[in-house]
């Protein structure tokens, strides 16, 4: 493979982002590596290599957005490759319970912003050719209670997938959806800090008429969530990038690969899977 290239991957301050922008940097891509705030900038380039540029992005300003363009065009001698949308944010809480502005917050990173950077970088890979990885989750395949506004986003994000693979096929350009289970990152202390905040905020009468997906919320991710390492997450998406073969969709993680083939049964099927695992786990913390 040829690694004289460069690749720009988003959200990389933490988590999955930074362990594939120092992966890729070690297989000898040039890696731009989005971030949004300068301290995470300094961080990430005194880890990587002289090759490894962070580069401040925000998915949501089209500002940033216009400036990374003009940066990665400017860069000769390794020309643009590959684009890895990673860039998301997190967000549980039942339906009723979770304000409309949160949602749209969640859509705005994990959605619309995948979709403006997407198009932004379009013109340069359809010169030469590439790959785009875009991040779901195994939410992706599978919603459960407390999940239909992050599953949205990432079933979302799986159909923008679908459809681009298909128009892109002209451009010699390849599209993969990456999605992991839950991986150890700091995603998943700002979820239960938001989810906390969310429960002092809902009235009493929510809380009763929802409280055991209140109370059992925090037991469930210390209990049934068994997170992976990111370096996992990034092996698959290098895969993705380099690979002569490269997958249509890409597990990573156990769970993940669980909750894919439950998304191909009835959903009568997996809806009792569902109601038995939530009615064992009601009785465990009655």
Known sequence: MN?????????????????????LDKMGFMVFAGVRKDEDKIVLEEQGSNKLRAIILDVTLKDTISNTVDVIEKEKEYPFYG????????????????????????????????????????????KNGGRIVNIGSEAGFMAGPSGSAYSASKFAVRAISD?????????????????????????????????????????????????????????EVVELVKPIPTIEVAKDIAHALVSTKPKYEYCSGEKSQKAYRMSLLPKAFSVTYMLKRLTKFMKKYA
Request: glycine share 8%; aromatic share 10%; charged share 25%.
């Open 83 to 126: 684009l890895v949308n990673n860039a998301g944010v997190g967000l549980r809480g039942v339906l009723e319970a979770t304000p409309e502005e949160e949602v749209r917050k969640v859509f705005e990173v994990n959605v619309i912003g995948l979709h403006a950077v997407t198009r932004a970088f379009l013109p340069l890979l359809r």
């Open 3 to 23: 690694t004289k290239r460069s690749i720009l991957v988003t959200g990389a301050s933490s988590g999955i982002g930074k362990e594939t922008a120092l992966y």
């Open 163 to 219: 459809s681009l693979r298909l128009e892109l096929i002209p451009f010699d350009i390849f599209i993969s959806y990456v999605a992991p289970t839950s991986t150890h990152s700091e995603i998943w202390d700002k979820n239960t800090e938001y989810r906390n905040k969310l429960n002092e905020q809902v009235s009493r009468e929510l809380f009763e008429a929802y409280g055991f997906f209140f109370k059992a919320g925090d037991r």
